[in-house]
């Protein structure tokens, strides 16, 4: 296999430094966040462990394994294109992953290859921080992309009462209606009232920052909104929500627990969640 790209580690490389081999995959990854984060979580572990930035084309995922296996990866984390190109490569896919259509998380163990989903998991628990819970409550979600499919999934094993999906791209809305019969799709004009209004659109996120998806009024319906975007933190949609009354919830805690769950998978141990507050409060700063 040809592998072209620059980040690609050498076998030599990979086992140099006596510990695990991690990393993210992506394709196009200059800003992530994701190796400062698990740099930190590790080193509060005294874990040695290196973990490094992936690049890849789409034909160059479709040898992600042999790959992994020749520079002994233990573990990526996934994201943005390919949560669900992966997902077919998977030697076994956890149940929750299967429901979910998509994984973020691949723990190589043995010469086989898992695929997670822990994108649910730093939801729920973005929510749970801020003292928001989602048993019986009404929740709509803006976007129906990839991200929204963990959120789903997420806020209904949580309790949610009632699950609504606003949306453009009705394609996307009735492939979600079909892997999710439980939820309730809507145009984004006719949107319902309900507790918690979360997006999932990059509408507002850094360079095009000073939009959202919705306006005022139907901010107004809920008494909690959320945004997965944390670049900026306050989005636009955050901004209106506050100015509001809204409780606000922003998205960058969701990045960091999901990142705390993949260790989980990879280190095979219970962590306590609140390991990743300082890194999430220093990043924070940033945005």
Excluded at 48 to 73: F, G, N, P, Q
Aim: charged content about 20%; hydrophobic content about 40%; proline content about 3%.
């Amino acid at each position: 296999m040809n592998m072209i790209n620059l980040h690609t580690p050498t076998k030599e490389h990979t086992t140099l430094s006596g510990g695990l081999s991690l990393g993210v995959l992506g394709k196009s990854l200059p800003h992530t966040l994701s190796p400062e984060i698990h740099q930190d979580l590790l080193a509060q572990q005294n874990i040695s462990a290196e973990y490094k930035v992936y690049e890849m084309s789409e034909e160059e995922v479709t040898h992600l394994t042999d790959w992994m296996t020749d520079c002994r990866i233990t573990g990526l984390n996934v994201t943005i294109p390919y949560k669900e190109t992966v997902y077919h490569l998977m030697d076994v896919v956890d149940s929750h992953a299967e429901k979910i259509g998509a994984i973020n998380t691949i723990y190589q163990k043995n010469g086989k290859f898992y695929g997670y989903n822990t994108d649910y998991i730093g939801a729920q628990s973005m929510f749970a921080k801020a003292g928001v819970s989602l048993k019986d409550q009404s929740i709509v979600i803006l976007g129906s992309g990839g991200a929204a499919k963990a959120l789903i999934y997420g806020f209904h094993i949580a309790g949610a009462s009632q699950i609504t999906v606003a949306a453009r791209n009705q394609k996307e809305l009735l492939n979600l209606k079909n892997r999710f019969p439980f939820i309730t799709a809507s145009s984004l004009q006719e949107i319902p009232s309900g507790d918690i209004l979360v997006n999932t659109t990059p509408l507002g996120m850094f360079p095009n920052i000073g939009r959202s998806v919705v306006d005022a009024p139907v901010i107004q319906k809920f008494r909690v909104a959320s945004d997965i975007v944390y670049n900026p933190l306050m989005t636009e949609f955050l901004h209106i929500a506050k100015q509001e009354g809204l409780q606000v919830v922003t998205g960058l805690m969701m990045l960091v627990d999901q990142a705390i769950a993949s260790e989980e998978i990879w280190l095979n141990k219970k962590l306590n969640y609140q390991m990743g507050n300082r890194i999430h409060n220093e990043l924070a700063k940033r945005f």
